[in-house]
């Protein structure tokens, strides 16, 4: 009489099987909100760029390269987004999946690494001038939610998610600075401000017995107010004649980063200081700046022609 073999279901497929990319995306977020305000940024990109799509519909396990290149092909031609904005959209993914695995909901490999479109050459230029500064905070003078955070993003060249972050606790008076907490490098550096961003800060504080409490307190539409709201108003007061696509040139969020550091050098400020302001893990991304101080080795220069001349 002949055995019949029993079919061997390997742990890996009995795991992952009956999980979901919009799934496990449920369970990351919710982990996350706990102890992340910033999360409800990504789990909303999440929504609106992967779940409603066949991708997030898809179990972990199916997944191969075909179909996410079938999902950034779709994305860039029909829905006209950027390579960059792609490649934001998978450092999501990756750590969902990566919180898949940490967490034993799969056991494969993470299906959305090495997907990345190489980084693009281009790289903003565009930083804000004093007086453009002025008439920015004077049209923002009427919304202290916009206010407060552009001016700490001036004063400190802390990044969306990070702002979003600063709590109560994080904020120290007395020696003027924030701890601010870089969800990019996952870490915490000190950021310095003055009088002006002071005197709104001391206000929060006093307000407020909670040291946890938020800086931005306002939690309805906090993400729109900001990343909408405020993009309107950049692109009125500074965009009109620019072509969206042109992305060295126009104003954006980031810009105020950009204009934090470029003011900097432009003061003459060594580049490593700008490099610990800026929390930047490698030099190289800092020496963009260089160019602006206001040497920029003209005294070297003309040192070495000097020489050149000199009977």
Not at 86 to 109: E, M, R
Request: glycine share 2%.
């Amino acid at each position: 009489m002949t055995k019949s073999v029993k079919k061997v279901v390997s742990p890996n497929s009995a795991i992952t099987k009956k999980y979901k990319l919009n799934h496990i995306a449920e369970l990351y977020f919710e982990s996350r909100s706990l102890y992340s305000r910033s999360i409800k940024i990504s789990q909303q990109t999440y929504i609106n760029k992967v779940q409603k799509f066949h991708l997030g519909k898809m179990y972990l396990l199916d997944i191969r390269r075909t179909h996410i290149q079938e999902w950034q092909k779709m994305l860039l031609q029909k829905h006209k987004v950027s390579k960059s904005s792609v490649n934001s959209y998978l450092k999501i993914l990756n750590a969902i999946v990566n919180y898949a695995i940490n967490n034993d909901y799969y056991k494969g490999a993470n299906p959305f690494l090495k997907c990345k479109f190489p980084k693009s050459e281009v790289t903003r230029e565009r930083f804000l001038s004093r007086g453009e500064i002025s008439l920015l905070l004077h049209n923002l003078e009427s919304d202290k939610t916009l206010y407060t955070f552009v001016l700490i993003a001036l004063s400190t060249g802390a990044r969306l998610q990070s702002i979003l972050n600063i709590r109560k606790k994080d904020v120290n008076l007395a020696e003027s600075y924030i701890n601010i907490r870089d969800t990019k490098n996952s870490s915490t550096y000190k950021a310095f401000f003055a009088e002006e961003l002071a005197t709104l800060l001391k206000e929060f504080c006093d307000s407020s017995d909670d040291p946890n409490a938020y800086i931005l307190k306002e939690n309805t539409g906090l993400h729109y107010k900001i990343t909408v709201k405020l993009r309107k108003i950049l692109d009125r007061l500074f965009n009109q004649s620019l072509d969206k696509k042109d992305s060295v040139n126009r104003v954006v969020i980031h810009t105020f980063r950009h204009t934090f550091a470029s003011h900097l050098a432009i003061q003459g400020v060594h580049i490593m200081k700008i490099q610990a302001l800026l929390n930047h893990k490698n030099i190289q991304l800092t020496m963009r700046y260089a160019k602006l101080a206001p040497d920029a080795g003209k005294s070297e220069a003309i040192e070495l022609a000097r020489g050149f001349f000199a009977s």
